[in-house]
Structures are given as structure tokens and as C-alpha cells.
């Protein structure tokens, strides 16, 4: 259970932006600011509270223009507030995540992390990802580096070796909404916001306290959770300040041993986990100037284990702690009508350990330790104004500068050569909304019509990229809107591949598909040669490109007030994709020769071994040549460089296409019935295709197996409430797919079905004893039928986590009292 508090309102919380009704009153359906008035996507005409259009907070709506009505956005946007969070019945941000249809966390999740064989075909950010078992976003089914991850409109530090935000350390208290924008959008964000971008934003209440208190228990296994928390604020005329401390804490959810290839193992589905955070901001007003400040700091300490009943020095625990805090500053500058002018600093610095032991327990055999340190700066100066007035509305066009820096330090000298590395961005971006048709017109069949416009350019330093964007969004009338984009978005290779894994250089004698007949050494395999292969990362890498199509429809007929539909189709096909070649493709692929030398000359074989990033030289299966592993390029034979006929480059390349495209479908419905306030919510993705493949060559799937994602997702809400009572039910639905893992007979794996159930009590409505006054409670039971995943035969957990993730049923309860 989950930001259990969402679900019931806060008179003393008043002025915090978008407080959703107490139990037993629909409002909002839990979709607090941005949807209260829900438009054909979702955001308000509005925003619902004035200190989001003075600086203090940047929404997420797919435009940098504060304050557009939703009648002007023409990208699909999707939004999930605090309630939504509760109802749900998970323990967690990165729990609840992939209960979102858009999202899956294929190649970053904190389930099941510790099973270091799972791997996923989406990305290498499982590689580093099994021991610290952060989570991150990944929209469209696409891996985590193809989605930009705010927090307040703002980047976020990244965490380790995985070079992206976690939500792992985020409190569910702390959130007010998740907004989130399905298509590219560079052209707003910047770079890595390809599939789309998800934004945190959090709560600033102004008045009074709030104190809450959360438990919640497995009733397979007994593992528990739970969470204490105290969110403040004050206000004066001109200016508020809040702060909000926290701990939440989690045994680990492990089940009996299961037989894999003969072997039991056990894992920690859910491991060990206790996090701490305060967070706390001010903002002043002075004339036309506001100035807020905005600070974090948390601490994540995380155990896992890795267990062989029968083999107990094959035993792993992994220990892995992170500490990080941030600040963020912004001084706005209001002036007459939609002129204003912002200055945004913010700082982020992580540090992340890992440590692995080995051995029966207490585990008391150290093998490795790393530390990172990710740190990120960001300076930005940007401005709007109108600039002109049309018969529909005014053109208003926003634009500005940013400097970005971001580095990388590790002491994890099997990963690196070099001890990291630094990043530095420059862009520039605009934006222009033009309103071609409005209401007031009376223009038949056209209610309203905008068209807007974006780009941005960024210097990354390796390397540069433009993204343009350009947007429709046709009101036919009260009833319909049509709405489109085109958007080219750019992501950018991360350190691990660029200057993370030191080079290799490798001598094998092996089949070369591309060798000439004359060029046949007699000492070996009649097409075989002496290949020499480069490993590691590649310096060498660009940025990748995307294209993003969307187009949808938004129903809101007036013959069923309360009832919004929407619905959409997306595309997304990049180019540049970064891959790692295997050794085989590397020597029989023909689109993977622009990588490759054949017929070396003595200068070519000479730069790559004396490269200064090569950490080592080996031999493999060479004849008149023992197997043999060089400490450096001077003690490698001179006649092995003589016989090098091929040089195989598999170090990452920007080769891979990879395409997919789906649709979107959301439901939601207010009304009255039986007395009370019903409201339902439905939303839902389906993959119609997932591929990725060399230019030239045919496209391999990467949908519906194992570590893949499904091609239906679907989540739904169905809630009642009256007289300061509410409860519902949230069903959440993963379709079947095929455990395709090379080498096993294809077997269909069943869909997975899970549903819970909540009930809301405000106490102060029931009662009118003081002690009650402003309390709430609230049950959840998540899973409450005990579903258990679809079974895969010889997987390192029984089934596939990134699927079909261990919700076990757990009972929890939540308790809060406000005081005003």
C-alpha cells in the first residue's frame, strides 16, 4: 500500500495544489491539478493553483508556454495523481509504476534485481542494474535511456553505473501527481525524451501539518513494510515555506527454493530496504520577482541475496547503499500579460556503494566494492511573451538558453580504464503557439484550431543535435477533438559505453564469412582466418535519432456528462540505435562491415594494440600458439600480428533501427449513483509492434518474451463513496507471452490478472468528537485473490519479473492527522 493518504482530502491542506475531496466524493477521480477539468488530454484550462504560473513549478504538458488551455496541446498526455497511487495497493513508487500501461521497467526494476542470469534483451542497464535493483522509467516498451525522467520540470541526477533517475527514493507521501507525455518531445526537454517524458511532481502545501503512518503485511511470507512520514507548511502574503521528513522501511518478501537446472536457488524477490529523506523549499515574492529554493537529501541502504541451499559457498549477499541531496532555484520575473523571464539553477550529486560477499551466512567473504558518484548542473534562461494578437488569441512564443554538466567518478576499475568521465551541454530552444481558430468565431465544424511549433538545438561536445516539433489539435466541436505530432528527438550514448568498459583485444582463429579464397591460411579450417576482435566501449559513438509520429481522438459527448474518451496511435522509429555486436554477427553480417577491416595493414592492427585504453591482450585456439593472456601490446608475437587477416569491431555501434508503435486507449467517467459519487477509470496499451534490426537486414521482434514486453497492458479503477466513506477496486491485467529464450522449446506463458481492494473512512465526517476531527483511515488489500505469476520453467525466480513482477497479497493500513 501506497500514498494511502491521497485518497482523502485536507482541510488544513487547503493550499496545497489540487487537494483531491475527502472519502466518499469523487472530485478529481485522484487526478489532482493538472486533470480536475479534464480536457481531451487530460489538463485543465487552467492550472489549479496561481504559484504554478509564477515560477514555482513547471507542469509537464507538452509546451514550455505557462498557462496554455488545454485546447492548445496537441500531445497525448497521461496523468496519475496521489489517489491513484493509494488505490493501488503498492508499496512503492517503483512498484506502482508498472501498474501504468505506458510504462514498463524491462531493463531497470528493483524486482528481482539480485538474479544476476536474467538478462533482457531491451539494454545493458539490467547489466548493472542487478545488485543496487534501482527503478526507472521506460515508456513504449523501449529501454530506460529512451525516457527523460523529471522531477518538478527539472533533470535529475543520475545513480550508478545505470546512468538514469531512480524513482526508487522518491516517497509516495511526497508525490501529488506523475504527468506524463507519451511522444517526443527534445524539442521541449531536451535530449533522452524519445519515447516520451515522465514528471514528478511533488507536493508544496502552505498551511498547516500533516502527519501520517502506513504498515502493511505479506500474508504469504509475513514480509512487512512500513512508512512514517510529517509534511509541513506556512505561508505569509508573499511567500510559503514547506518541509517533509520520512523513513520508510521493508523486510524482504523470499519464498521457498526453487529447482533451476537442477540446482535450487532462493532470491530475495523483494529485498531488504530502509530509505530516509527530507525535503524542504521557500518561496518569496518581491514585486514582480519571485525567488524559490528548493533541497533534498535522502539515504537508500538495500540487501539482496542470492541463495544455493546445497551449495553454500555459491552464496551472495549484495549491499548496496545511496546517499544524494539536491537544490534547485528558480527567480521569475512576471510582467504585463504572458510576459515573463526565468532563471533555473539546480544542482544534484549521488553517491551510490555496491558490495558483494560471498559464503554461507553471515556472508562473510568480501569480493568486490564500488563507489560512484553522479553529479548533475544545470543553469537555464528562458522567457515568453506575446508576440502577436490574432482574431483567435494572441501568438505567444517562449525560448532560451541552458548549459548542462554532467559527470561520472568511479573507482570500479573493472568497469573503467579511466575513472569516468564529464558531459557538457549547450542548447538553445523556442517555441511559438499559434491560435488559428477559437470559440468566438463561430466557424462551423471547427470549435478551435492551434497549431504550435518547437525546436532546440544542443551542442553535447562529441557531438551536436536539432529537434524539431510541430503540433495540431483540431476542437471540431463541444463533443470531438482530433490532435497530432511530429517531433524528431535525439538520446545520447551513455559513459558505460562511450569510455565505461575498458578495451579488450582479442586474437581467434574463427569462421570470417568475407575471406577471399585466395587469402585462405593453410594452417587453419578451410573459411576460417585470424580475427582480431576489439571489446569494450567506443568513444566513437554519436547520438541516436528519432522519429515520432502521433495522431488521436478525444471524446467528451455532451449527451454523458462526466465521460471523457481518448484514444490514439504512436510510431517511434530510431536510427543510430545503440548495440553491441555478438562476436558471430560480427564476422557474418554484412551491414556490420562498415565497422570491420578486412586485410588489415600493419599500421591498422598496430593503433588498435597499442590503443592506451586496451587493458589486456589474449589468444584463443591459435595454432603453433599456446592460449595466452598479455600484460601488455610489447610481449604479443610478431608473427600472430603478421597473420591478421580481419580486424571485428564489437564494441557498441550506432547500427540498430528500432521501431515500434501501438495505441492508446483512456476511459474515464464521473457521476452519481446510488446516492454517492461513482467514478471509473480504464486505461490501456497495446504494442502492435516492437522490432529492432541492422540496416539491411531483417527485423527481429523484441515483443512478447521473456524480458520483453507484453502487448497488452490494461488498469482500471471503479470507486463508490458517500458520506465520508469510499472503496473500490483497481484490477490490473498483463497479457500472455511466449518464453522465447534461445535455445528451449517456445512455450506460451498465461496472462496475469491481479486485483485489489480499498476502503476510505474520514473520520472527521462520522464523528464530531475533536480527537477525529481532520483523521483519516484507509485498508488496502493488494492482490487480494493471491494470484500468483504464469510459471517459466528454468527462470532464476520461476517466472519473468519484468512482466509479471511478485505482488505478493499483502494488508495494510494507513493512518493521518492534520492539524491546521
Known amino acids: 500500500m501506497a500514498g494511502v493518504l491521497a485518497g482523502i482530502g485536507s482541510p488544513a491542506m487547503a493550499q496545497d495544489a489540487g487537494s483531491v475531496p475527502a472519502a466518499g466524493s469523487v472530485g478529481g477521480e485522484g487526478r489532482e491539478g493538472v486533470a480536475q477539468d479534464r480536457g481531451g488530454d487530460g489538463e485543465p484550462a487552467q492550472p489549479a493553483d496561481p504559484a504554478e504560473t509564477t515560477g514555482n513549478d513547471i507542469l509537464v504538458t507538452g509546451s514550455l508556454i505557462r498557462g496554455l488551455p488545454r485546447e492548445y496541446v496537441a500531445s497525448p498526455v497521461f496523468t496519475y495523481g496521489k489517489a491513484d497511487l493509494a488505490r493501488s495497493g503498492a508499496s512503492s513508487v517503483s512498484e506502482y509504476m508498472l501498474t501504468i500501461p505506458q510504462n514498463f521497467t524491462g531493463d531497470l526494476s528493483d524486482f528481482g534485481s539480485s538474479a544476476s542470469s536474467i538478462g533482457t534483451g531491451l539494454g545493458s542497464g539490467t547489466t548493472y542494474n542487478q545488485y543496487d535493483g534501482f527503478a526507472g522509467f521506460a515508456l513504449r516498451g523501449l529501454a530506460s535511456d529512451a525516457t527523460l525522467t523529471l522531477l518538478n520540470g527539472r533533470r535529475m541526477a543520475s545513480v550508478g553505473m545505470i546512468e538514469a533517475p ?382 515520432t509520429v502521433t495522431a488521436g481522438i478525444d471524446l467528451t459527448p455532451v449527451m454523458i456528462p462526466g465521460l471523457t474518451v481518448k484514444a490514439g496511435y504512436y510510431r517511434i522509429r530510431i536510427t543510430g540505435r545503440i548495440v553491441t555486436p555478438s562476436q558471430d554477427d560480427s564476422v557474418t553480417s554484412p551491414a556490420l562491415q562498415v565497422f570491420n577491416i578486412d586485410s588489415p595493414s600493419a599500421a591498422q592492427i598496430e593503433r588498435v594494440v597499442r590503443n592506451p585504453t586496451v587493458s589486456r591482450w589474449f589468444t584463443a585456439d591459435i595454432p603453433s600458439l599456446e592460449d595466452a593472456l598479455y600484460s601488455s601490446y610489447s610481449q604479443i608475437p610478431a608473427t600472430l600480428l603478421a597473420q591478421v587477416q580481419a580486424i571485428a569491431d564489437i564494441r557498441p555501434q550506432n547500427f540498430g533501427i528500432e521501431t515500434t508503435d501501438g495505441i492508446d486507449l483512456d476511459l474515464n467517467y464521473r457521476g452519481r449513483m446510488l446516492g454517492g459519487d461513482v467514478s471509473l477509470h480504464a486505461t490501456g496499451q497495446y504494442i502492435l509492434g516492437l522490432t529492432l534490426k541492422a540496416p539491411g537486414g531483417a527485423a527481429v521482434s523484441r515483443l512478447d518474451g521473456y524480458a520483453q514486453p507484453s502487448d497488452l497492458r490494461l488498469n482500471g479503477t471503479l470507486m463508490w463513496g458517500r458520506g465520508g466513506v469510499s472503496g473500490g477496486t483497481v484490477v490490473n491485467y498483463v497479457d500472455g507471452f511466449t518464453d522465447n529464450r534461445p535455445g528451449r522449446t517456445p512455450r506460451r506463458v498465461g496472462a496475469f490478472t491481479t486485483v485489489s481492494a480499498f476502503l476510505g473512512v474520514d473520520l472527521g465526517r462520522l464523528s464530531s468528537a475533536p480527537a477525529f476531527r481532520n483523521s483519516e483511515v484507509q485498508l488496502v488489500v493488494a492482490n487480494l485473490f493471491n494470484q500468483r505469476p504464469s510459471q517459466v520453467v528454468d527462470a532464476v525466480l520461476g517466472y519473468d519479473p519484468y512482466n509479471n513482477p511478485t505482488t505478493p497479497r499483502s494488508i495494510g493500513v494507513m493512518l493521518s492527522k492534520r492539524f491546521e
Do not use: C
Open 166 to 547: 531512480t524513482v526508487s527514493v522518491i516517497p509516495s507521501a511526497l508525490i501529488e501527481r506523475i504527468d506524463i507525455i507519451s511522444d517526443g518531445a527534445s524539442a521541449t526537454y531536451g535530449a533522452d525524451a524519445v519515447a516520451g517524458v515522465v514528471n514528478i511532481v511533488t507536493r508544496k502545501p502552505k498551511d498547516g501539518i500533516e502527519l501520517r503512518a502506513r504498515g502493511a503485511t505479506a500474508t504469504q511470507t509475513g514480509s512487512k513494510n512500513w512508512e512514517a512520514s510529517a509534511l509541513a507548511g506556512h505561508s505569509w502574503g508573499s511567500g510559503s515555506v514547506y518541509a517533509m521528513a520520512m523513513v520508510q522501511k521493508r523486510s524482504p518478501y523470499i519464498e521457498d527454493p526453487i529447482l533451476v537446472s537442477g540446482t535450487r536457488l532462493q532470491i530475495t524477490q523483494l529485498p531488504e530496504e530502509q530509505i530516509s529523506g527530507f525535503y524542504a523549499g521557500i518561496r518569496q515574492e518581491v514585486g514582480n520577482v519571485t525567488v524559490s529554493v528548493d533541497a533534498s537529501r535522502f539515504q537508500r541502504d538495500r540487501d539482496a541475496l542470492r541463495n544455493y541451499p546445497d551449495l553454500l559457498s555459491f552464496n551472495r549477499l549484495y549491499r548496496a547503499r545511496t546517499i544524494g541531496h539536491s537544490v534547485n532555484g528558480n527567480v521569475h520575473w512576471q510582467g504585463e500579460g504572458e510576459t515573463s523571464v526565468d532563471l533555473n539553477i539546480d544542482y544534484g550529486h549521488n553517491r551510490s556503494s555496491s558490495h558483494l560477499f560471498s559464503g554461507p551466512p553471515p556472508y562473510t567473504v568480501p569480493r568486490t566494492r564500488y563507489t560512484y558518484r553522479n553529479s548533475l548542473f544545470a543553469a537555464e534562461l528562458s522567457g515568453q511573451t506575446r508576440l502577436a494578437s490574432l482574431p483567435a488569441g494572441p501568438v505567444i512564443v517562449a525560448g532560451g538558453v541552458q548549459y548542462r554538466e554532467e559527470a561520472l567518478r568511479t573507482d570500479a576499475k573493472i568497469f573503467f580504464n579511466l575513472n569516468g568521465g564529464t558531459r557538457r551541454t549547450k542548447s538553445v530552444f523556442g517555441e511559438v503557439n499559434v491560435p488559428l481558430v477559437a470559440p468566438e468565431q463561430d466557424i462551423p465544424l471547427v470549435r478551435s484550431l492551434t497549431l504550435s511549433a518547437a525546436s532546440r538545438y544542443e551542442d553535447l561536445g562529441f557531438d551536436h543535435a536539432f529537434a524539431p516539433k510541430v503540433g495540431m489539435r483540431w476542437q471540431v466541436d463541444r463533443s470531438i477533438a482530433l490532435r497530432g505530432t511530429w517531433a524528431r528527438s535525439f538520446l545520447t550514448p551513455r559513459f558505460r559505453d562511450t569510455i565505461g568498459i575498458a578495451e579488450q583485444v582479442s586474437f581467434w582463429n574463427y569462421p570470417y564469412a568475407f575471406l577471399k579464397p585466395g587469402d585462405q591460411n593453410a594452417a587453419l579450417p578451410a573459411g576460417n582466418a585470424i580475427v582480431m576482435f576489439r571489446s569494450g566501449a567506443n568513444p566513437d559513438l554519436r547520438t541516436q535519432k528519432a522519429d
